[in-house]
Nanobody, 119 residues
Framework: DVQLVESGGGSVQAGGSLKLSCAAS????????MGWFRKVPGKKREGVAR???????RYADSVKGRFTISKDNTKNTVYLQMNSLKPEDTAMYYC??????????????WGKGTQVTVS
């Protein structure tokens, strides 16, 4: 079974940066489509970024130019570098993985999340 564990969340002032990490079991990060999502209470979950196993990436318009998703296959870890953070980026951030085509459909596996608060 795929296990995903997020870390790196915290509190930061607007304009600051944070880097989230997602440690994946086995060689999930290399073989699977990996994504970052975020959820605010009372709102729908939002897709933030996805990274295909072919190396391509896609981002939500709200984070383009500020967030970067990357993988370290040697560490089986996926990262989300978040720069120029805004209060509206405050959310619980989740790492997720799926098999098959990366850029449509839901994810198959989820982590438990890490909280990001921007003030």
């Amino acid at each position: 079974d795929v296990q995903l564990v997020e870390s790196g969340g915290g509190s930061v002032q607007a304009g600051g940066s944070l880097k989230l990490s997602c440690a994946a079991s086995g060689d999930t990060a290399r073989r699977y489509c990996m994504g970052w999502f975020r959820k605010v209470p009372g709102k729908k979950r939002e897709g933030v970024a996805r990274a295909h196993s072919d190396g391509s990436t896609r981002y939500a318009d709200s984070v383009k130019g500020r967030f970067t998703i990357s993988k370290d296959n040697t560490k089986n870890t996926v990262y989300l570098q978040m720069n120029s953070l805004k209060p509206e980026d405050t959310a619980m951030y989740y790492c997720a993985a799926k098999t098959g085509y990366c850029y449509t459909g839901g994810m198959d596996y989820w982590g438990k999340g890490t909280q990001v608060t921007v003030s």
